[in-house]
């Protein structure tokens, strides 16, 4: 029987750029998910009749979300649900299973790098047909009918079995539930060399994957271990826990630290790589070399051509814009299209769509292609394996012999995290207040050439973007940029990211923060950064 509930209307802060991210006590008071799930449907019709793609990172609270979920796409006429087993989907997955089976949509459950338990955080996102992000007309529409929902549909049925794959039903809606693994690791085999990568991963090179306990454990152990033959123990900490064994499932310096110390040893493993909590970002590293994820990418977009998915070449690239200009020299030389969008996947969204760019990414360990519509993490692992395995190079030389025809850019990213929102609104007034003065500005050889808040428009759409950050230009190629994060869920935290490019990589020492001093040192001083946060220092350094 359908019944109309009372709805819980979203008096509420809008949700992030990444969908509604909460603590798990905000998604457990009554009826608050349903309004939420009852507002994507009504912001999307087209979900009647069709099919959903359902799966979530597996954090806590996954599963019964899973159930209500169902009960509510029931009430609403969706006439299948393909439901990942255990309620699992990484985000990349999900993305592959909406493309590959023409759904109209996708719900997936995360808070990505957020830490997950009863303390920690749950999240809802939408994506749409295409399997990407929701754009923001949607995430607005959807927000908007979440304001005002008097009711919410839902169907009074058992809980469906998660484990069960194969077809079950809830009330008249189909729920198919299906391996999550499959239909993507089919879909990275068309695009890699698993032959040549198999080959190195059973000979003498050594790699670690750190699965931080999250959504991407039994993704690597069928895809490295099992397809391709690593050795048992390749993959750590690869049982997928409802608290990421308490950590924080975010693979960078910090939260990485086992793996990049491993690495760091002298005889550690040839090749390190982590993904965060729902699978979609990566950290990849050489023995005792860390490759930023501007670097990255850059040296992706200039291998492409050696990857069997990508060897007819590129049309052309994107990052966004606090990633470092690494990507553009690489896209000057080799005569590509190169798009600078805002921060979040979302963006990419039309350009991938409309044929217009094939890889892009982010400095904030989120890499990709136009095989899904999010950036996939075991993509880049493997994207990076292939290249190593063909070119029977180090990630060290590879990145070296990068830099040697590119140049280097220097780059760090500092994060002032769980400041005080009101402090934090001023220091973004203030900056943008003084933006017309600042052009000129002197601090030693330093001089700001151009001071400007980012805005884009969509070249595809015309969708207009404001406020994407603050950008200070320095004469010789630097740069700063000040950003208010969107995905935080206590305080606000401002990201601060400096880059300079270096045409003689040999000239400066290997340390970035060494390289970038000066300016790091204009970042800080220019807007009185200590005083606008309260703080003497920035909380994560990368
Ligand atoms: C952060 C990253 C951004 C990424 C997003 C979702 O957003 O900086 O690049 O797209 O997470 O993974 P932020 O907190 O900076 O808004
Ligand atoms: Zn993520």
């Not at 690791?185 to 670690?208: K, N, T, V, W």
């Not at 996947?345 to 890889?359: C, E, H, M, Q, V």
């Not at 943008?432 to 700001?448: D, F, Q, S």
């Amino acid at each position: 029987m359908i019944r109309e509930v009372a709805a819980r209307p979203f008096g509420d802060q809008r949700p992030g750029t990444s969908g509604l991210r909460k603590k798990v006590r905000v998604f457990q008071q009554p009826h608050y998910l349903e309004t939420f799930v009852q507002a994507i449907f009504n912001a999307e019709p087209a979900l009647a009749g069709a099919t959903l793609v359902l799966g979530g990172d597996g954090r806590y609270y996954n599963r019964p979300a899973i159930q209500t979920i169902l009960r509510l796409a029931a009430a609403n006429g969706v006439a299948r649900v393909l439901l990942g087993q255990g309620g699992i989907l990484s985000t990349p997955a999900a993305s592959c299973l909406i493309r590959k089976h023409g759904a109209a949509g996708g719900i997936v459950l995360s808070a990505s790098h957020n830490p997950g338990g009863p303390q920690a955080d749950f999240g809802v996102k939408y994506n749409v047909a295409n399997g990407g992000p929701a754009p923001e007309s949607v995430t607005e529409a959807i927000f908007a009918a979440a304001c005002r929902l008097d009711t919410y549909r839902t169907l009074d049925a058992p809980d469906i079995d998660l484990e069960r794959t194969g077809e079950q039903r809830v009330g008249e809606m189909a729920v198919q539930v299906v391996d999550p693994v499959a239909d993507y690791a089919a879909l990275l085999e068309q695009l890699f060399d698993f032959d040549r990568i198999g080959e190195l991963l059973r000979g003498r090179f050594r790699m670690r994957f750190d699965a931080m306990h999250a959504v991407n454990g039994p993704y690597a152990v069928e895809i490295l271990e099992r397809r391709l033959g690593a050795p048992d123990g390749t993959v750590v900490r690869g049982d997928s826990r409802e608290d990421f064994g308490g950590a924080h499932p975010d693979p960078n310096l910090v939260h990485a630290r086992v793996l990049v110390d491993e690495l760091a040893q002298a005889d550690g493993p040839d090749f390190g790589a982590a993904t965060d909590g729902d699978g979609d970002r990566n950290m990849s590293l050489g023995r005792r070399f860390f490759v930023t994820p501007s670097d990255s990418l850059a040296v992706l977009a200039a291998n492409a051509q050696r990857l069997p998915g990508y060897r007819d070449g590129l049309a052309g690239v994107a990052r966004s814009m606090p990633t470092s200009a690494a990507l553009d020299r690489v896209a000057e030389a080799l005569d590509l299209p190169c798009y600078e969008t805002p921060t979040g996947w979302k963006y990419f969204g039309s350009l991938l769509d409309a044929g217009r760019i094939t890889l892009c990414g982010e400095e904030s360990f989120g890499t990709g292609s136009n095989h899904v519509r999010e950036k996939d993490g075991l993509w880049a692992v493997l994207a990076w394996l292939n290249l190593l395995a063909v070119t029977d190079q180090s990630v060290a030389e590879l990145v070296r012999a990068h830099w040697a025809r590119f140049g280097r850019t220097f780059y760090t990213r500092h994060d002032y995290e769980g400041i005080d929102a009101d402090l934090a609104g001023e220091l973004f007034d203030a900056l943008r207040g003084r933006l017309p003065t600042l052009v000129g500005h002197r601090a030693g050889r330093l001089e700001i050439e151009q001071a400007e808040e980012f805005a884009y428009t969509d070249p595809v759409n015309g969708a207009r973007s404001e406020r994407q950050g603050i950008v200070l230009r320095l004469a010789g190629g630097g740069r700063i940029v000040y950003r208010l994060s969107g995905t935080g869920t206590e305080g606000a935290t401002v990201r601060v990211y400096v880059e300079d490019h270096e045409p003689d990589p040999t000239r400066h020492g290997a340390d970035p923060q060494t390289a970038l001093a000066d300016l790091l040192g204009l970042a800080v001083a220019l807007p009185d950064l200590h005083r606008h946060t309260g703080r003497s220092g920035p909380t994560l350094v990368t």
